[in-house]
């Protein structure tokens, strides 16, 4: 039997989540980083006893139950639920957002999100709340917590967009009895599952899971090099926000970071063209978002998004959606709605998809991806959509795909073979070459994903 060490980690396909070194027996396994800025498991010490845990909890080892396995035992037997092969089973999908200005304006989207954890722990169906908060450690920057307080509660609102995992606090649970609810990306929450299905312990505890769409997670050095170019030196940010909104902008998308350095002093910095491009386009993101096919965690009892829908892109204090699975989840929506708590209104699933444009790129463009991957070598992952050559695709998008894992692969090696100030360069070269397909391929696929989910919206009206 081998480790997760010489599965996942050496294909390069961790996404740092660090379940394996939440569950390990024996805590062989600790997350460190890598050269890469990103979370893996190293071993501590040899196994005494090659339990396998590690393996079948890992959300990208093969031969694991996938997000249709987990979602179908899940909820497949809940009455009334839809299931679309795209986001898996739901009882809701509606728009919403909290009443409460102050904490709409503190939050990533609409702040439900927040307020789902807080009524959580208000209602007493948990004891505490697993979520994300800043850590004052340059190199860590944030960290899961356990919460015990609606206080505690918000002090996570916001979208993190740096590596962090939750092997301490796993092993938290499993020692100290209790309800807890975690809110988590898509292949965390998938690993969670998997824990769930070997531990009774787990599955006890860990009463509600909430999730986030996911199109990609960063490594550290997106992070870096932006508070870089805001005049933070490495070593010297103790904090950033994300996305602060102001209820003055025009669009709901203009967002500003907000560093903090180790001086206490705070810069506010625009996302600018150069930081806007390279996150769109796979700079600093995980390799394991380059076959991930779960965009709005299927696994999940509830997952939050943003609201990109035309009557929402203008509302600068921003907007969520959400899609229920559980009955719990799907009646405390339902209720805050009733009190007043929240305002809603139903979505479409078309309507949904259509704001998703990142759902083309997880589902049709990945088995080109997958292609491609294997071509160069790679020990591809089993995933629900199978490597193809890309007949159906454009040239456009798959000039786009390969664009991506160029500037992916290459954007990882440049921070550790160079400065930060030779990255802009590289990147603007990079981006002068492939800009004119990447922008025409992703509008060309916009259009064509928009087409075929209007199409299949009035065929549904149609039908009805
Ligand atoms: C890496 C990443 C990628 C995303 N990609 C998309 C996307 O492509 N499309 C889309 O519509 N939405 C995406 N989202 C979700 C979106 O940014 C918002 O988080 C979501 O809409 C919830 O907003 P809210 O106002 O309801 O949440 P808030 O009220 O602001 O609460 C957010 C909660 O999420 C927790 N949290 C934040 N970041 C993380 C993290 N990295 N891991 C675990 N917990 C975290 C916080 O601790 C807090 O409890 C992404 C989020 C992240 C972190
Ligand atoms: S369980 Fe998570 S952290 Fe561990 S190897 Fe798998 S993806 Fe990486
Ligand atoms: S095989 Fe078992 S003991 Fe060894 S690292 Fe994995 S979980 Fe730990
Ligand atoms: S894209 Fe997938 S693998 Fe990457 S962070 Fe999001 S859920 Fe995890």
Same mark, same amino acid.
């Given at each position: 039997?081998?480790?997760?060490?010489?599965?996942?980690?050496?294909?390069?396909?961790?996404?740092?989540?660090?379940?394996?070194?939440?569950?390990?027996?024996?805590?062989?396994?600790?997350?460190?980083?890598?050269?890469?800025?990103?979370?893996?498991?190293?071993?501590?010490?040899?196994?005494?006893?090659?339990?396998?845990?590690?393996?079948?909890?890992?959300?990208?080892?093969?031969?694991?139950?996938?997000?249709?396995?987990?979602?179908?035992?899940?909820?497949?037997?809940?009455?009334?639920?839809?299931?679309?092969?795209?986001?898996?089973?739901?009882?809701?999908?509606?728009?919403?957002?909290?009443?409460?200005?102050?904490?709409?304006?503190?939050?990533?989207?609409?702040?439900?999100?927040?307020?789902?954890?807080?009524?959580?722990?208000?209602?007493?169906?948990?004891?505490?709340?697993?979520?994300?908060?800043?850590?004052?450690?340059?190199?860590?920057?944030?960290?899961?917590?356990?919460?015990?307080?609606?206080?505690?509660?918000?002090?996570?609102?916001?979208?993190?967009?740096?590596?962090?995992?939750?092997?301490?606090?796993?092993?938290?649970?499993?020692?100290?009895?209790?309800?807890?609810?975690?809110?988590?990306?898509?292949?965390?929450?998938?690993?969670?599952?998997?824990?769930?299905?070997?531990?009774?312990?787990?599955?006890?505890?860990?009463?509600?899971?909430?999730?986030?769409?996911?199109?990609?997670?960063?490594?550290?050095?997106?992070?870096?090099?932006?508070?870089?170019?805001?005049? +933070?030196?490495?070593?010297?940010?103790?904090? !950033?926000?994300? %996305?602060?909104? $102001?209820? =003055?902008?025009? *669009? #709901?998308?203009?967002?500003?970071?907000?560093?903090?350095?180790?001086?206490?002093?705070?810069?506010?910095?625009?996302?600018?063209?150069?930081?806007?491009?390279?996150?769109?386009?796979?700079?600093?993101?995980?390799?394991?978002?380059?076959?991930?096919?779960?965009?709005?965690?299927?696994?999940?009892?509830?997952?939050?998004?943003?609201?990109?829908?035309?009557?929402?892109?203008?509302?600068?204090?921003?907007?969520?959606?959400?899609?229920?699975?559980?009955?719990?989840?799907?009646?405390?929506? +339902?209720?805050?709605?009733?009190?007043?708590? !929240?305002?809603? %209104?139903?979505? $479409?699933? =078309?309507?949904? *998809? #259509?704001?998703?444009?990142?759902?083309?790129?997880?589902?049709?463009?990945?088995?080109?991806?997958?292609?491609?991957?294997?071509?160069?070598?790679?020990?591809?992952?089993?995933?629900?959509?199978?490597?193809?050559?890309?007949?159906?695709?454009?040239?456009?998008?798959?000039?786009?795909?390969?664009?991506?894992?160029?500037?992916?692969?290459?954007?990882?090696?440049?921070?550790?073979?160079?400065?930060?100030?030779?990255?802009?360069?590289?990147?603007?070269?990079?981006?002068?070459?492939?800009?004119?397909?990447?922008?025409?391929?992703?509008?060309?696929?916009?259009?064509?994903?928009?087409?075929?989910?209007?199409?299949?919206?009035?065929?549904?009206?149609?039908?009805?």
């Amino acid at each position: 039997m081998t480790t997760i060490i010489e599965t996942t980690v050496k294909n390069g396909f961790c996404c740092g989540c660090g379940v394996c070194a939440g569950v390990c027996p024996s805590q062989n396994l600790a997350m460190d980083w890598n050269i890469y800025g990103e979370y893996n498991p190293v071993r501590l010490q040899d196994c005494k006893h090659e339990c396998g845990l590690c393996v079948t909890v890992c959300p990208f080892a093969d031969g694991n139950p996938n997000e249709d396995d987990l979602g179908k035992l899940l909820y497949g037997n809940i009455p009334q639920i839809h299931h679309r092969s795209e986001t898996g089973y739901f009882l809701s999908i509606r728009a919403g957002a909290v009443i409460n200005d102050a904490m709409r304006l503190r939050s990533a989207s609409g702040g439900l999100a927040t307020w789902f954890l807080d009524e959580l722990l208000r209602r007493d169906i948990v004891d505490a709340v697993i979520c994300v908060h800043h850590y004052d450690e340059p190199r860590k920057l944030f960290k899961f917590v356990v919460a015990r307080s609606i206080d505690a509660i918000h002090e996570g609102a916001g979208s993190v967009y740096y590596p962090v995992e939750i092997s301490e606090v796993l092993q938290y649970i499993r020692h100290n009895p209790g309800r807890y609810a975690i809110i988590g990306l898509p292949c965390l929450l998938k690993g969670l599952r998997l824990a769930q299905t070997k531990s009774v312990v787990l599955r006890e505890r860990i009463v509600m899971m909430v999730g986030l769409a996911c199109a990609n997670q960063k490594s550290t050095y997106f992070t870096r090099y932006a508070a870089w170019k805001a005049g +933070i030196p490495d070593g010297e940010l103790a904090g !950033i926000s994300y %996305r602060k909104k $102001n209820p =003055e902008n025009s *669009l #709901a998308r203009f967002f500003t970071f907000q560093f903090r350095n180790s001086m206490g002093k705070v810069i506010t910095q625009k996302w600018d063209d150069e930081i806007g491009l390279m996150y769109h386009n796979r700079f600093c993101t995980i390799h394991s978002c380059d076959c991930c096919d779960d965009m709005f965690a299927e696994c999940a009892d509830v997952c939050f998004m943003d609201a990109w829908l035309p009557e929402y892109i203008c509302e600068p204090r921003g907007t969520s959606v959400w899609i229920a699975r559980s009955m719990m989840a799907n009646e405390l929506l +339902i209720e805050g709605v009733a009190q007043g708590l !929240i305002c809603d %209104r139903e979505v $479409n699933f =078309e309507e949904m *998809l #259509a704001g998703q444009s990142s759902m083309r790129w997880k589902r049709e463009l990945l088995g080109y991806r997958l292609t491609l991957m294997h071509n160069a070598g790679e020990t591809v992952p089993t995933k629900r959509v199978v490597p193809t050559e890309g007949k159906i695709l454009s040239k456009l998008e798959k000039a786009r795909c390969k664009a991506a894992f160029e500037i992916q692969r290459d954007g990882k090696k440049i921070f550790v073979t160079s400065g930060y100030a030779e990255v802009g360069v590289w990147f603007s070269s990079v981006w002068n070459n492939v800009s004119w397909y990447v922008k025409l391929g992703r509008r060309v696929g916009k259009y064509y994903g928009m087409c075929v989910t209007l199409g299949k919206y009035f065929v549904s009206k149609w039908k009805n």
